[in-house]
């Protein structure tokens, strides 16, 4: 791609708006805050389309396997799973 259609489609994208994933992952976003607030109770917070918009730059960090292993229980917990066959401890 020369430089001037780089220009050009950065032109485009100003105009119309993000082009690709990130453009996806807006649209998916707002059906998602629309979903939550139409099923949220009167007293809850309004959902907001950033509420759901994956933050690459923090998404994209590797974690340690303690890390997983500790968000893995984490959702079981609130989940109220149980784990079984461990005393527990990684």
């Not at 990130?22 to 939550?36: E, F, G, L, N, S």
């Not at 949220?40 to 998404?59: H, P, V």
């Amino acid at each position: 791609m020369s430089s001037s259609e780089l220009t050009e489609w950065m032109v485009f994208e100003k105009i119309t708006g993000p082009l690709g994933r990130r453009r996806q992952d807006i649209q998916a976003a707002t059906i998602a805050a629309t979903i939550a607030n139409a099923n949220r109770s009167k007293k809850a917070k309004k959902a907001q389309i950033s509420d759901f918009l994956i933050d690459y730059e923090r998404a994209s960090r590797r974690k340690t396997g303690r890390e997983l292993l500790a968000t893995l229980r984490d959702i079981n917990s609130a989940l109220r799973g149980r784990e079984e066959g461990t005393d527990g401890n990684a």
